[in-house]
């Protein structure tokens, strides 16, 4: 589940970034060539758009940022549900334990078995 929503964040992102490159490859007038001399009148602006790059960047941190929390999330839990299950072996186990415990506590509280006794006499 969370590898298909990796993947699904990762082929977005390559989408957000792919955009502006489709962008400026399309910006090229059809049937010039790229060797053929422009004169250039006036100063020269750049035609990256900055703030749709910037936005996309902080998008694709985010989205990262929001997966790995929730992964982090999903393995806290699963440790919460394995200490949990531990825990009641243990009580289980430790039930079990007490009980012949109490059984030899009491045997030697009785005092020496009738056999101890027959073996004096």
């Keep these: 589940m969370i590898r298909t929503t990796l993947r699904a964040a990762l082929a977005g992102a390559v989408l957000l970034l792919a955009v502006p490159l489709v962008a400026t ?3 090229e007038e059809p049937g010039v060539e790229s060797v053929e001399f ?3 009148t006036g100063p020269q602006a750049e035609d990256v758009p900055g703030g749709t ?7 694709v941190v985010l989205a990262l940022l ?10 806290q839990a699963r440790i919460n549900h394995d200490l949990a299950r531990l825990e009641r072996a ?13 059984e030899t506590k009491a045997k030697a509280k009785a ?7 027959g073996d004096e006499g």
């Design 53 to 59: 790059l910037l936005v996309a960047a902080y998008g």
């Design 25 to 27: 490859a399309q910006e």
């Design 111 to 117: 005092g020496p078995s009738d056999d101890a006794e």
């Design 66 to 75: 929001i997966l790995y929390v929730m992964r982090i999330a999903g393995l």
């Design 90 to 102: 243990i009580a289980e186990a430790g039930e079990g334990s007490n009980s012949s415990e109490a």
């Design 38 to 40: 422009r004169a250039v």
